[in-house]
């Protein structure tokens, strides 16, 4: 059974920068595409941002620019680094394959507010 162990987020105001982490202990880690999601209150949980193979990245339209996606295969770790972070960008974030078949972690809460 893969465990997900996400971290790093808090409160920051907007215009702030957080560094999330994502421990995975798949045991094919480095050629599995990750995915950060988010879950708002009250809305359903959408996807962010995608690290595949090759270090090929996708980033939801809402966080382009703003977001990086990035991985360390030796760590078996992802990361999303966030940067100029919007009120909007306030939710639980999630990590998880691709086709989201792995058990959910906790998360971590990220909250934009002045």
């Known amino acids: 059974q893969v465990h997900l162990v996400e971290s790093g987020g808090g409160l920051v105001q907007p215009g702030g920068s957080l560094r999330l982490s994502c421990t995975v202990s798949?045991?094919?880690?480095?050629?599995?595409?990750i995915a950060w999601y988010r879950q708002a209150p009250g809305n359903q949980r959408e996807w962010v941002a995608t690290t595949s193979l090759g270090d090929t990245t996708n980033y939801a339209d809402s966080v382009k620019g703003r977001f990086t996606i990035s991985r360390d295969n030796a760590k078996k770790t992802v990361y999303l680094q966030m940067n100029d972070l919007k009120p909007d960008d306030t939710a639980v974030y999630y990590c998880?394959?691709?086709?989201?078949?792995?058990?959910w972690g906790r998360g971590t809460q990220v909250t934009v507010s002045a």
């Open positions: 998880n394959d691709q086709y989201q078949r792995w058990t």
């Open positions: 798949a045991t094919f880690f480095s050629v599995q595409a």
